[in-house]
């Protein structure tokens, strides 16, 4: 195996928010071997002095499309999936080179893009799955118009985000299908979208009973749902019908985000998402009916930081962006910062996310026996978090799985 030792750096603690000196990190084949001052090396090892730099863990976005390429939804959908899976493998290779060592997909990837990135097959990020997204007729994830009776959505292709079920039997089935096919968590479109032809903000998607289905299956296979949801109203019902992580919630009330993090949820801003469509939506083609809709998220987004950080709201790191809109990724990181601070932002694209998927034995933080997934930062993002904003022009190094993915350091 080979092996790495990183000295003379500033080795951040992001669960104190503090950076350690006169400590050394020793990494052995995939692992983090130790983490202490003067550690000693194997004799082949290749010793790093990162002359004051910042060694941090790889940032996690939790909320991610990866298959969709295009911001063409239907041309994502009718892609033969190995074009999809081709196409996929870039836009990771794209996150990775960006700092992002795990992502989180909220619809779309299957486990053959996870074992791509297990076997080596793909220099990409880890990822973690639901399958598909569930979505009632006409939901957020059902892309036909009005006039279109074409029954389904192609959900077999890999560029589908979505399979359209409804009723409680077919719910539990879909959710042992997506589970046998190494899902990690469930995920449910519960409330209207901004990109979706049919369905106003405001609209509450899937019975009760059907959410109740979802989170026993879920539960019994010793994993959560995750819901796409904006209004309070959404958002509220989600959580008390045991829903865990809840994506967006641009419009959640303070009593609302109490409840949640009460019952131990966990909540996925994605901001920039509607500063990317607000900016370039014209060019794309959006109407006025879709930039109402994102009028409506957008305005009461940084509100929501406020609500969900004064609750005591856990929150991970998220972006949602499709295609082209991909080039603002790591611009989340400064719209963030107009609420949280560097501590909080940082937190929330580690530990946290890390939590979130289910993975924080393992990554989030740099420790002993923990995965050496990290990254080398020109600067101190705790000071100033634009160094992550910089689409990974600050960061000289990139380290997942125990392999350099960009190494410009010396030796």
């Not at 990822?127 to 009632?136: F, P, Y």
């Not at 959560?224 to 994506?247: F, M, N, P, Q």
């Not at 009460?262 to 109407?287: H, K, M, S």
Request: some cysteine; glycine content about 10%.
């Amino acid at each position: 195996m080979t092996s790495v030792l990183f000295t003379n750096g500033r080795v951040m603690d992001v669960a104190a928010s503090t950076l350690l000196t006169g400590v050394d990190v020793l990494v052995e084949g995939d692992r983090i071997l130790a983490v202490g001052p003067s550690l000693d090396a194997p004799a082949d090892a290749r010793v790093i002095d990162l002359g004051g730099r910042v060694l941090m863990p790889g940032l996690i976005d939790c909320h991610v499309h990866v298959v969709a390429e295009s911001l063409d939804l239907w041309s994502n959908m009718t892609a033969p999936s190995s074009l999809a899976a081709l196409r996929a493998a870039r836009v990771m290779q794209q996150a990775l080179a960006r700092g992002f060592t795990t992502l989180r997909d909220l619809g779309g990837a299957d486990h053959g893009l996870v074992r791509a990135v297990e076997e080596g097959v793909l220099d990409g990020p880890r990822l973690v799955i639901c399958g598909k997204g569930l979505t009632t007729t006409g939901g957020h994830a059902d892309l036909r118009p009005r006039t279109d009776d074409r029954p389904g959505m192609m959900s077999d292709r890999l560029g589908s985000m979505g399979v359209i079920v409804d009723g409680v039997d077919n719910v539990r089935a879909v959710c042992r299908t997506m589970i046998k096919e190494g899902a990690r968590f469930i995920k449910v479109m519960a409330n209207g979208g901004v990109s979706s032809p049919n369905d106003p903000i405001h609209s509450i998607q899937y019975s009760a009973d059907e959410i109740r289905a979802m989170v026993e299956e879920a539960d019994n296979a010793g994993l959560y749902v995750s819901a796409h949801v904006y209004t309070d109203k959404a958002i509220r019902r989600c959580v008390e019908l045991g829903v865990h992580s809840l994506e967006h919630c641009n419009l959640i009330s303070a009593e609302t985000a109490a409840l949640a993090a009460a019952r131990g949820c966990i909540a996925v801003p994605t901001l920039v998402a509607y500063d990317a469509l607000a900016w370039e939506g014209e060019a794309l083609g959006l109407g006025a009916a879709e930039f109402a809709k994102i009028d409506i998220v957008r305005t009461a987004g940084l509100d929501s930081l406020r609500i969900m950080r004064d609750a005591g709201l856990p929150m991970a790191f998220g972006s949602d962006l499709l295609g082209s809109l991909r080039k603002y990724h790591c611009t989340e990181f400064e719209i963030l910062a107009k609420v949280l601070t560097p501590a909080e932002i940082i937190q929330s694209a580690t530990m946290i996310g890390a939590r979130l998927c289910g993975i924080d034995h393992e990554v989030g933080q740099i420790k002993a026996g923990y995965i050496a997934d990290m990254i080398v930062v020109d600067g101190d993002p705790l000071q100033q978090i634009d160094l992550l904003a910089a689409d990974g022009a600050r960061l000289p190094a990139i380290m997942t799985r125990g392999k350099f993915a960009k190494d410009l350091l010396v030796p």
